[in-house]
């Protein structure tokens, strides 16, 4: 059986209500309270939650009928019914407010009554059913949302992974470009060094027959020696140049970070020197070695020499006290554990804030792209991290930048 749709009575003429309640009753509802105030009639409808209210307007209390409809409707979307003897213009407008279900003039007929609770009880679920359904649209409207974001992370992930292949792809293609260029270079370097280290022999040699035949303490002995001292650096730079073309073949093993530094500066000093920067270099010689690739730790080493001389005649075109480059380098520890640490200071045009975590990436370069690939640090980078290093970099535009490494010192 159906069950019963239960409706409230707020009329506060107690014989009025009583004839309502039993007509109600007589057409086969039930009536859930009569109740006499607008007060008690929104606490009612609060606790019965009956399916209708009929209301009437002019009551013996503090809140009138439309007022209690008003929060009733409002608050628990009970359908209200107004039941009424008079009403004036003032009344109609507020009584709009309240969005009545139905209105009836008091006194009414029976079927009245019937007729009007009848069609405000389906209204009202016509009016649910209306809801609900805009609710379910609504949700799956959600969902549709919800497979759409789904399907765009998707494709923008599927993006990234383009990229990240493109990004390898190229930087396959440069790295093999600049190794053929290396080993052309290194070809070259060793044809020319083979070529110089001859006569430079000879050189040497001619100069020791001198030194020899001339009385010490002579000014050709004197010259001689500096002939025999000069020779001898230009046959270290050249050895210096051969097995920076041989690059890398060679096993790990034990290096002083002293010896590497100066390698470097071998193949550099000259052209700092020319271009008038000042260069300091703190690099004690009773430091631990390290294992390592000399090779490699020497190429990281002239890609920042490089970097920096670039940095300071950007910034001073010719000489200056300002303009100095320092290499230093100490002990420290690490993640618990003893380090090498080598800190390339210059006093160039520094980096700009917004770039600074960029000069890793590979290609990234602010140079003019016929002299640069923008991989000096890249390269740089993964080398120390082979190495168990790290590689950092801190600057001031327009006043320094510092690469600091830190190599482990192995046991
Ligand atoms: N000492 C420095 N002072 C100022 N800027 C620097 C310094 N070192 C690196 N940079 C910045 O970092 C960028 C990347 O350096 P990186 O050595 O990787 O490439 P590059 O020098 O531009 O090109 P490449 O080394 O391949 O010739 C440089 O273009 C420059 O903007
Ligand atoms: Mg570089």
Known sequence: MMEKKRIMVVEDEGITAMSIKSSLEGMGYAVSSTVFSGEEAVKKAEEDKP?????????????????????IHSRFSIPVVYLTA????????????TEPFGYI????????????????LYKHEMEQRLRKGEKELEKHREHLVELVEERTSELQNINKK????????????????????????????????????NPTNGIVNYAQILANQSK?????HDLAGRIIKEGIRIAGIVSNLLSFARNGKEEKGPVGIQTIVYDSLALTETQLKKDGIRLMINVPSDL??????????EQVFLNIISNARYALNQKYPGAHDNKVFEITAKKITADDSPHIQIIFYDRGIGIPPGILNKIMNPFFTTKPYN???????????????????NIMADS????????????PVGK
């Open 216 to 220: 010490e303490g002579s000014q050709e």
């Open 86 to 97: 008079h009403s004036d213009e003032k009344m109609v407008k507020r009584i709009k407010m």
């Open 288 to 297: 631990p070695n390290f294992i390592a690739h000399p090779q490699q730790i």
């Open 51 to 71: 399916d209708l209210v009929l209301m009437d307007i002019v009551l013996d209390s503090k809140m009138d009928g439309i007022e209690a409809a008003g929060q």
């Open 396 to 407: 001031i535009e327009g006043e320094f930048t510092k690469i600091i490494i830190e190599l």
């Open 105 to 120: 003039v008091k006194p009414f007929y029976e079927r009245e009554l019937r007729f009007v609770v009848e069609i405000a």
């Open 371 to 389: 002299i640069s690939t923008g991989l000096g640090l890249s390269i740089s980078h993964g080398i120390i991290t082979d190495h168990g290093g």
């Open 162 to 197: 383009l990229e990240q292949e493109i990004t390898d792809h190229k930087l396959a293609k440069a790295e093999s470009l600049r190794a053929s260029h290396l080993a052309a270079l290194g070809e070259l370097a060793a044809g020319v060094a083979h070529e110089i280290n």
